[in-house]
């Protein structure tokens, strides 16, 4: 008991040291609070899993990819991470920590560049039985996927709200809020697909700030504009898609997002809105 105790101390301190290193990098000024998802494939792939030195390759790697995104220079990272899931599935020594890592990365890649199917494929390979740590991280990523590739249903919601917090049980209080959060915006996304707009609206606002490390995240951004677009707030809907326009250059979303801010900006209230394939029911304002 005494030594389990010890370790959970200090995976704990360890997971400290991570988000003191994110906010004090030389050249990287982030607000903790932005740090969560991060944190989730982090706290939760690699809380009482991994040593410092895979956590700080870890955040490395998160920022790198983040610039890469900005540059247009994401798809090596692409085909890094596809050779070293393919090395893993050939028998080679890759910690399954360090595969999760791996697919939530190249997952979260794919979805952004609406590449639904592709990243099923990421989800859907085989793996040994995972902790509940990893169990978490797949969670969240089957989840964004069956919310975008169909109607989500209440069960979906529900299911989301189960595993959100299976999860946030898993970690220590003074980072279950900063998670939780990560887990809010999923919630919204869910919930705008499911045509319940204005309490999408207000769990995507809780949730965006989570998102810095997400590749996914111009898909959020893109359905917060769709969000306000609907129910009239096109101000706001034109904010939220010049950020979705910015957040992953090239992408389907990004381009829709620029296409659809020109056109809110030279017109008032007679725009056309339109959504994003696959169709969802008709918004609900609820």
């Known amino acids: 008991m005494e030594r389990s105790a010890t370790r959970q101390l200090s995976s704990c301190t360890a997971v400290a040291a991570i988000l003191a290193s994110l906010v004090v990098a030389p050249g990287c000024v982030i ?30 790697e998160a920022e790198n990819l983040r610039r890469a995104i900005a540059s247009g220079q994401h798809r090596h990272i692409e085909q890094r991470l596809r050779r070293e899931l393919s090395l893993a599935m050939a028998g080679e020594a890759i910690s399954i920590e360090r595969q999760w890592l791996a697919r939530a990365q190249l997952g979260g890649l794919l979805v952004a560049e609406w590449r639904l199917a592709e990243a099923a494929e990421i989800y859907a390979l085989p793996s040994p039985k995972l902790s509940p740590h990893l169990q978490a991280l797949a969670a969240y990523g089957h989840h964004e996927l069956a919310v975008l590739a169909t109607v989500p249903t209440r069960e979906r919601l529900h299911s989301i709200r189960r595993d959100r917090n299976a999860c946030l049980r898993l970690l220590p209080a003074t980072y279950r809020q900063t998670v939780a959060r990560a887990w809010a915006a999923l919630e919204g996304l869910c919930l705008q697909r499911m045509g319940h707009t204005r309490r999408a ?32 707030q096109l101000d706001a809907a034109v904010h939220y898609y010049s950020q979705a326009a910015a957040a992953f250059p090239g992408t389907r979303l990004a381009s829709e997002a620029s296409c659809r801010q020109n056109q809110l900006s030279h017109q008032t209230g007679c725009a056309i809105f339109r959504r994003m394939l696959p169709e969802p029911p008709p918004s609900t304002v609820a």
Do not use: K, M, W
Request: charged share 15%; glycine share 8%; aromatic share 8%.
């Open 201 to 232: 609206i207000s769990s995507l606002e809780t949730g965006l700030e989570s998102l810095g490390y997400n590749p996914a995240r111009v898909v959020y951004l893109y359905h917060l504009a769709q969000a306000y677009e609907s129910v009239g």
């Open 31 to 60: 607000d903790p609070a932005s740090t969560s998802l991060i944190l989730l494939c982090l706290c939760v792939s690699t809380f009482l899993c991994v040593g410092h030195g895979r956590q700080r390759r870890a955040r490395l």
